[in-house]
């Protein structure tokens, strides 16, 4: 019996909105429609995807980090297709295949500090792991995370998800409670009741680009210890070499966390991964005798296309320095992007490490512009951010994103393999965009009038 993926596509692939519509997320195709996002790529590279016309599209999203190699990286292809081509015994269940132990073992080399790794599907999943590891080794049920912090949207990595708007409707959640990012103090207070089991932070919050101060993490692994509290540090988004260091919370001496959580950029953009680092005693609590031996697992964790695509892509960062590339290019562009300050009043800050950057913008101060913005603010906070990525697109060929919900900066989080052609294109593409948001009239404004009387009647 033969099938043919590529002539099931070629049939039926420009149903693709239809599809989705009809069967899946129908709001998707809807926002797409909207705001002109409705493209049909049909290739990608590197950090471009092509249409059907062959015209090239700069893609500085990297699929929300999954994509931190680039687009069909051809050294994490052809490890996929060698370990299925061996036919292994995958999944047995009652066997210890190679593969997970070895990218274990190499993952632990860049946490020298930790010991064991538990392996998952997704980023959510390996949170998930953490709240239990950290519940059960510490023997306490509460945990902290920060305001606007994102974790994930299954039920356990949601209680400790700090943006209401994804919270909404699906309590009761887990007993968790929101510190302040960067305040030592509200998480002292905290601790002090005894039952908290750990923080969860993100080194770097993708939600608006903002980083704790210097030195907040080690001091809050040290505020932890001193009540039997676990640091947990979330690199879903900011691991593997994203801001210029494997992991982000290496940027800060001394702040090593007792867990840690990776996914995303793990497989290269191919398989879904996830994987949770921690401490042996942390293991050896939760896994204490046979009994418990299957207390915490995944079906398909340690699958094999999953473990090859791990270990390739861990190869292609090293091989190709794509960490020091990181630090080169995001430090060039943010700084590029931070010299546009001055020269436009409604860009307010550039923020971020590495290539994870956030653009903010505000309220502007001469009384023509102020106007338009606040007609935006009244209608619903974010649309302005909205009106600069849809011209990034629709007329220069580059995806970005809004960084969060009603929030009003832009986050740039490209493949680590963009160099300064790539750079040079955003700022030729972003400059144009802001000059025709200056000057007051155009096609910008208008498309915002459109969405703002959309965000009012959909109240």
């Known amino acids: 019996m033969s099938f043919d993926i590529a002539a099931l596509l070629a049939e039926r692939g420009g149903e693709r909105y239809d599809l989705h519509a009809r069967h899946l997320n129908h709001q998707l195709p809807r926002m797409l429609h909207t705001l002109g996002f409705d493209k049909t790529y049909v290739r990608a590279e590197g950090a471009y995807f092509y249409d059907e016309e062959g015209r090239d599209y700069l893609d500085l999203l990297a699929g929300f980090g999954v994509m931190g190699l680039g687009r069909n990286h051809p050294v994490v292809r052809k490890a996929l297709h060698d370990v299925l081509d061996l036919d292994l015994a995958d999944l047995t269940r009652f066997d210890c295949q190679p593969l ?12 020298p500090h930790l010991d064991r790794v538990f392996f998952s599907n997704s980023g959510t999943e390996a949170v998930e792991t953490a709240l239990k590891f950290a519940r059960y080794a510490t023997g306490k049920p509460r945990v902290l995370y920060c305001d606007q912090a994102f974790h994930g949207l299954t039920t356990g990595s949601l209680s400790v998800n700090g943006v209401d708007a994804f919270r909404d409707g699906f309590a009761p959640l887990l007993p968790d409670t929101a510190v302040p990012l960067g305040d030592l103090d509200a998480l002292e207070r905290e601790l002090r009741a005894g039952d908290v089991a750990a923080l969860v932070v993100e080194p770097i919050q993708g939600k608006g680009v903002h980083a704790p101060p210097p030195g907040y993490l080690r001091a809050a692994r040290e505020l932890l210890h001193k009540r039997g509290g676990l640091l947990v540090a979330d690199e879903v988004q900011t691991g593997m070499g994203r801001t210029g260091d494997f992991f982000a919370y290496q940027h800060e001496e001394g702040a090593e966390p007792d867990l840690v959580c990776l996914a995303k950029a793990l497989s290269g953009g191919y398989v879904p991964i996830g994987a949770t680092l921690g401490r042996g005693w942390i293991f050896k609590k939760v896994y204490s005798s046979m ?20 270990l390739a892509t861990l190869h292609v960062l090293a091989d190709q320095r794509l960490a020091e590339n990181a630090r080169h290019t995001g430090d060039l562009l943010r ?17 971020g490490r590495g290539l994870m950057i956030g653009i903010e913008f505000g309220k502007p101060a001469s009384l023509k512009l102020r106007g338009r913005w606040t007609l935006l603010q009244a209608a619903r906070k974010g649309l302005f951010a909205q009106l600069i990525v849809v011209p990034l697109l629709q007329r220069h060929r580059i995806l970005t994103q809004v960084s969060g919900d009603r929030q009003e900066v832009i986050k740039l989080l490209p493949p680590l393999v963009i160099g300064e052609t790539e750079v040079q294109r955003f700022l030729d593409a972003f ?8 000057a007051g009239g155009g096609l910008i404004w208008e498309f915002g009038r459109t969405l703002a009387k959309q965000a009012v009647s959909g109240r």
């Open 100 to 111: 997970p132990g070895l990218l274990a073992e190499k993952l632990l080399t860049y946490a």
């Open 291 to 310: 009994d418990r031996v299957l207390v915490h697992s995944a079906s398909f964790g340690t699958n094999a296309p999953a473990m090859a695509a791990g």
């Open 335 to 351: 700084g590029k992007l931070a010299g546009l300050v001055d020269q436009y009043e409604l860009l307010h800050d550039v923020r």
């Open 431 to 438: 400059t144009a965009v802001m000059d025709e948001a200056h």
